[in-house]
């Protein structure tokens, strides 16, 4: 395995609900109406892609990049005190980088990843860190994942992914990459997909299930 690369959120931080609670509240001060498949569609999108869906979809009152920059400012609040860092999740990153080089493919802008990165100090750990905003277009779209690859210098093909939602997984296994799954106990993945991929109990397991070098 020449790299192994984290999706952020739900696998290293705890956020999937805090980005449902936020957009729930946000689409409601802001005249949307929520649809019951809107928080499993918008995981995985950029922020240029849910954002455009809370103002078509939703019908929130505001342009695409103000209903953006709100949301992630009140992410951003959220995020102030420190991210909900899962637990372990530090410690696995870390024993994973001193075997092979590790990256970050994230579907948050890249001012929470970087919020993250320096709450943990893992800043010179993770060699790459990316969000699906500068790649073009958010997952299942596997460019996130190849934008990763690209910037370590990696055969896609011969790295590993983890993740722990539908789209997620869809992305990296588009990508080519061989998947790990710590599903969302929130939002569970899609069976079909799971069947897909190396399903782990806990994200600390991901170190003795990756492949001897």
């Known amino acids: 395995m020449d790299a192994v690369v984290f999706d952020l959120d739900g696998v290293l931080v705890d956020s999937e609900r805090t980005w449902d609670e936020v ?3 946000f689409a409601a001060r802001h005249g949307g109406a929520w649809l019951p498949a809107a928080t499993r569609a918008m995981q995985g999108m950029s922020t240029p ?5 809370l103002v078509t979809e939703v019908g929130v009152r505001l342009t695409p990049a103000e209903a953006a920059s709100g949301v992630i400012g009140e992410m951003a609040e959220r995020y102030a005190g420190g991210p909900p860092v899962l637990p372990g999740a530090v410690e696995v990153v870390r024993e994973v980088a001193a075997r092979c080089p590790v990256a970050i493919a994230s579907s948050s802008p890249p001012v929470l990843i970087e919020s993250f990165l320096a709450a943990t100090d ?9 969000s699906s905003e500068q790649a073009g277009a958010g997952k299942p779209a ?3 994942y190849l934008l990763a690859t690209s910037g370590l210098g990696v055969d896609p093909t011969r790295s590993a992914a983890v993740e722990d939602s539908t789209n997620g997984l869809r992305a990296a296994l588009a990508a080519g990459l061989t998947v790990y799954a710590v599903p969302n106990p929130h939002f569970p993945p899609d069976p079909a997909v799971l069947a897909r991929v190396t399903v782990l109990r806990e994200l600390s397991d991901l170190p003795a299930a990756l492949p001897t070098p």
Do not use: K
């Open 23 to 25: 957009r729930r509240s």
């Open 122 to 130: 893992l800043t010179d750990v993770v060699r790459v860190a990316v």
């Open 142 to 144: 596997p460019d996130v």
């Open 49 to 53: 892609e849910w954002a455009n869906y």
